[in-house]
């Protein structure tokens, strides 16, 4: 195929850029895969009818013709013959060879005598065959090598850059490791440190336990001082109203010396002149008084199976409080007139109850972590704290006097705390379920107390027991309170029912009615003439008591009212909301506003001695002091 050729004038600038190869092909008639091929035909069947404008038939013919097209396509792809491949003749090899070096002079002169010879017949195709394969092989090989060879290049950079890196890596890592050791012995030397202060803070709380009881102890003293001194101001303020009473009698001679002058005059009859005197004095005493006759009061039992029971008192005494009411200054009754003073974090857990001191400015809190601690108000400063009780703490309240604490728990059982001896001095048991709450008599000598088990106690200091037990309602009692000097007893209960009771024979004295829900809490106002009391739903009643009738109703809801309590006034009802509100009663008006702070449910709410501040206590551990 390539001896058939004429030879071509090739130019050296031709065969510089024409660096090529010429090898001969030979193309195969049949197929070797051996698949039949459809002929298409050149008619086109597809083609758009004359005539025919419709759109849809138009875009229908184009997208048909386009896969005809495409299947064509493909078919022809499919239709090409393999090429077989045959080796390269021996001039073919020459002129390539010649032209890849640009021998051009030599190829001129080889291809002249080479055509000379084929023309004149010396030469036969069939002698000169073609080049063999070890050429072509070696020819391939050396391409191989050169591309080895540069592939080696390209490895040795690559080695010298890894090496390069590698010399990095060890470097750093010397380094890391370098900063390892001296961490590690950091870490030793922190943790020795460590263990160092460990002993050196473990040789501290012996003494810190020391000043811990120390403070305890001075806190006891301070509050044992205050006591006394408390109570030498009552002594003196009695021995100067005694010296009151008797300078007036010193300007007139007493009766005991009229009698007594001519007793001394008559020498030896000393006895006999005393006795005149006190028959003389007995004689003008019963003509003003008559006598008491013990046997003839009936409040006392005629058989004392009892001798250390207390005496109830009787209910012909004057609250003294009263005359607070009518030193009320009128900005203290304005229900906008409150703000916020200072909130005080007592309790991780819930605040429970408040307790105000009867003449200090003195707050007793009660906590869900079964401790009570005694603040001073408004600054906050911890006086004293207190634990004995086995579950939560439900509620608490002050003697009368201010040296003891009630509290009540949800172990069933009333402590009562003395804070001279700074330690529990009483506990009743009888209750058989949770105790709710608490209330003192005013002479001290008697406590009430509440319970989930439907009843209500009276319990006697001095004989350490349960005098009456107080049956009559159907569900858990929820709050109790004596009326300030007086035995009358105040409970309100689940079964939606408030009742007086009498304390010295444990009967129901009357019974309200008028709740549709559980009534969370009652208490009498300063006067005694009215009750206001809440429910789980948040409606607030107020009650006469002369005529066991509703007064005023005002719903304060939907959320539930944990606690209500008057002012000194009387005119303003403050109510501790489960909404984590405090919400004020104006009575005057009828109108209620919040004081907005806790974030939890407000579970108690109470006044100060003085009615100076109002104190909130929250489920969120905290006490808010609004003034």
Known sequence: MANSRAPAPVTADEMVDAAFYLEKVSIADDSEDGYEYEEVPADDDWSITEGDDDLENTMKAISEQTDNTQAADQRAALAKQPVSHKPEAVDDFLRNFLIKMGMSKTLDCFQTEWYEMTY?????????GFVPDVYSHNQHLENEIKSLKKEQGTYKRAALKAGDVLVKLRKERDFHRMQHKRVVQEKNRLI?????????????????????????????????T????????????????????????QQMPPLSTAIQRPCREASGAQGGCRQKQESREKMLLTDLVAPYDPAKDPTKQTVNKYPDDSEFPLDTRVNPNLAQVKGQASHVTRSSGYRLTNTLKVHELAVSSLAAHPRKQIVVTTSDDCHWKMWSVPNGDIIM???????????????????????????????????????????????????WGCSWHSCGDFLASCSMDNTSKIWDLNSKRCRYTLRGHADSVNSVEFLPFSNTLLTSSADKTLSLWDARTGLCAQTFYGHLHSCNHATFNLTGDTVVSCDSYGVVKLWDVRKVAAMLTVDTGPHPSNCATFDLSGRLVAIASNDGAVKLLDLASGQVSSLLGHEDAVQSVIYDCKGEFLLSGSSDGTVQIWS
Not at 227 to 233: I, M
Not at 235 to 240: M, S
């Open 385 to 435: 704290a207190g634990e004995g009780h086995s579950d939560w703490l439900s509620s608490c309240c002050f003697h009368p006097e201010g040296n003891k604490l009630a509290t009540t728990s949800g172990d069933t059982t009333v402590k009562i705390w003395d804070f001279s001896k700074g330690e529990c001095v009483l506990t009743f048991e009888g209750h058989t379920h949770a105790v």
């Open 226 to 249: 205050s006591l006394e001194r408390d109570r030498a101001a009552g002594q003196i303020t009695g021995l100067q109203a005694t010296l009151r009473n008797i300078q007036p009698e």
């Open 192 to 224: 020795s440190d460590i263990k160092r202060l460990k002993k050196h803070y473990a040789s501290y709380e012996p003494a810190l336990r020391q000043l811990q009881d120390k403070y305890k102890t001075a806190l006891k003293h301070k509050m044992l």
């Open 120 to 128: 004149r017949g010396l030469l036969n195709a069939e002698q000169v």
